[in-house]
């Protein structure tokens, strides 16, 4: 599945060199990362289940969120932090 993309929103509690916005999200995520090239994004529900995941080039990761339910998910970028994420329509 292709994770599709915004408006931003960062928070200090997130890694210096990556932001995550549209959060709640509806139906699009956008992820920002300050070093390139290829990066890999898991979106896991609450139970730790792998719900999405995907790949992007540079530095601007857009995934669309459509095929997940209303929730709570955490999304991973490179094996760095996680960030939670709400999915509300």
């Given at each position: 599945?292709?994770?599709k993309?915004?408006?931003?929103?960062e928070?200090?509690?997130?890694?210096p060199?990556?932001?995550?916005s549209?959060?709640?999200?509806?139906?699009?995520?956008t992820i920002?990362?300050a070093?390139?090239?290829?990066h890999?994004?898991i979106?896991?529900?609450?139970?730790?289940?792998?719900?999405?995941r995907?790949?992007?080039?540079?530095?601007?990761?857009?995934?669309?969120?459509?095929?997940?339910?209303?929730?709570?998910?955490?999304?991973?970028?490179?094996?760095r932090?996680?960030?939670?994420?709400?999915?509300s329509?």
């Amino acid at each position: 599945m292709i994770l599709k993309a915004p408006d931003t929103l960062e928070t200090s509690n997130q890694e210096p060199n990556q932001s995550f916005s549209q959060n709640p999200a509806n139906d699009r995520i956008t992820i920002r990362v300050a070093d390139a090239p290829t990066h890999r994004a898991i979106i896991y529900d609450v139970l730790g289940n792998v719900r999405a995941r995907g790949k992007f080039e540079g530095r601007i990761g857009n995934f669309s969120t459509e095929e997940l339910p209303n929730g709570i998910y955490n999304v991973n970028v490179d094996g760095r932090k996680t960030e939670k994420l709400v999915i509300s329509r």
